[in-house]
């Protein structure tokens, strides 16, 4: 199996938001950047393209290990990309309530933040980081 493609990089965050041409979408991005980071309590780190936070480990069936981000989003040229990694199937109640939006498998788009209720996108992304706390818990490692 191929290693995931998507890794974190120690590149700023801040200087690939500056290089989005469209100017919606840049004072998008810098409005998530807040949200995601008020949500997730995490440091925001760009995964490629991606703006990821958080991270967790997961083994797929030929017993390989792979790291990936626990949620976050990319300002992509046609629309943004949030990523709700455990999906929708659990939040229907709160999608309907979310505005204009539609989604993959578990990636939401969003053609400006203005289509959609900010605050029921932070319980989105807040329930979506519960259910992921409960699938892959948080190891903090400790000194002995």
């Known amino acids: 199996m191929v290693d995931n493609k998507t890794q974190p990089t120690q590149n700023s965050v801040l200087d690939f938001v500056e290089t989005i041409v469209h100017k919606q979408r840049k004072a998008d991005a810098l409005e998530l950047l807040d949200i995601f980071a008020d949500v997730t309590k ?47 199937n659990e939040f229907e109640e709160k999608m309907q309530q979310l505005g204009k939006y539609k989604t993959g498998k578990s990636c939401l788009y969003i053609n400006k933040l203005s289509d959609v209720d900010q605050q029921v996108l932070r319980e989105l992304i807040q329930l979506s980081l519960d259910e992921m706390a409960r699938r892959y818990p948080i190891c903090v490692k400790q000194d002995v």
Do not use: E
């Open 42 to 88: 995490q440091q925001a780190v760009l995964w490629g393209s991606i703006i990821g936070y958080g991270t967790y480990s997961y083994q797929t069936a030929d017993k390989k290990t792979h790291q990936s981000m626990r949620t976050g989003f990319s300002p992509r040229k046609q629309n943004l990309a949030l990523y709700i990694m455990v999906g929708f």
